[in-house]
């Protein structure tokens, strides 16, 4: 879920007790799948959602003993009975769900942080669950690995001897690179950092591209666009948008990403002016413009919503089918 640094980060803001609740298994319909959590606090405060809102409250409620026994705790809804008045219960969706509450200690929240830390700097992380045969944890661990290897892990539950295994892992949040600091791309930053990705800005005005403008971007590059470019360290799985409104430097920055075969790459402008933009460039069907699904989009607000619809739908690698 492209939430998941959202989430990790509200352990490190923190002031009280706060409990993990993790997705471990699911039969059937479910609106998240394995692995998704959220974060309890013991003030009733939450982080992150595991279903549409019918299931926190109910969460919130059960969270309480975990706190007084300082113990984990398994709960499992079985969402599939109509019939059933219980909170969370009779809602149709024809589906179970298995959810386990643990208290959040220093050990666990040490690894947590790292696992924020990890993924922000571009690693995946393993992460395995041992549980006893009445589903109540026994030992869990987090393990940094190499991306490639990801295809041969399952996020899933397994029986064991000793009762059952849970893994799963994280994957890096998706990069946005925008060049452009102008008024317009603040829509667009503010809803990707919202969305999930870590956002790069970048532009050669040091009086736009700062944290006071900017407060919630992860990085910020200025310089002159090559100089840029060469600190990026932009890669194939890299998402970038191209909105400065600067004819020359616009033009400069496209030929020297264009080597980096990066996910994405969308610019703002008219079709014409893109055109001439893009003559110095040898590979020019992967630059995409006009920018954004085609929704009828007016000012700055609507431009990114369509803006991150069509980067989603490229992450996702979504055909509508």
């Known amino acids: 879920m492209l939430s998941t640094l959202k989430v990790l980060e509200s352990i490190q803001e923190a002031a009280e007790k706060c409990i993990l609740a993790t ?12 692995g998704t959590f959220m974060i309890i606090k013991e003030n009733g405060d939450k982080a992150g959602l595991l279903s549409p809102g019918c299931l926190e409250e109910d969460l919130i409620l059960r969270s309480k ?15 599939s009975a109509i019939d059933d008045a219980g909170w969370g219960q009779g809602m149709g969706c024809n589906g179970m769900m298995r959810i ?11 690894s947590l942080l790292s696992v924020k830390e990890a993924l922000v ?23 940094i690995v190499d991306e490639d290897l990801l295809s041969n892990i399952s996020c899933n539950l397994y029986r064991t001897e000793e009762g059952h295994r849970f893994t799963y892992y994280f994957t890096p949040p998706p990069i946005m690179v925008v060049f452009g600091a102008g008024e317009d791309a603040k829509p667009l930053v503010e809803l990707a950092v919202k969305i999930g990705f870590i956002v790069k800005l970048c532009d050669w005005r040091p009086a736009l591209c700062n944290e006071e ?3 919630n971007v992860h990085e910020y590059y200025i310089g002159s666009p090559s100089q840029i470019v060469n600190l990026l360290r932009i890669s194939e799985s890299n998402f970038i948008v191209v909105m400065s409104h ?11 990403v264009e080597k980096y075969n990066a996910a994405y790459i969308g610019v703002l402008g008219s079709k014409e002016r893109t055109r001439r ?21 007016q000012g700055p607000e609507e431009i990114a919503v369509s803006i991150m619809a069509e980067i989603i739908q490229k992450y996702r690698q979504y055909d509508g089918n």
């Open 23 to 34: 997705i471990i298994q699911v039969e059937g319909s479910a609106y998240l799948r394995e």
């Open 65 to 79: 003993e975990v706190f007084k026994t300082e113990l984990p705790q398994t709960v499992l809804y079985d969402t």
């Open 100 to 110: 386990l509450l643990e208290p959040i200690t220093e050990t666990l929240n040490a």
């Open 121 to 143: 700097q571009g690693y995946a992380v393993y992460h395995e669950k041992e549980l006893f045969a009445d589903y109540t944890l026994k030992k869990s661990s987090f393990e």
């Open 213 to 215: 403008i900017f407060p």
């Open 246 to 256: 600067n004819f020359s430097k616009d033009q400069e920055f496209l030929t020297a």
């Open 277 to 297: 933009l893009l003559r110095n460039m040898v590979n020019q069907e992967q630059v995409t413009f006009p920018i954004g699904l085609p929704i009828g989009a």
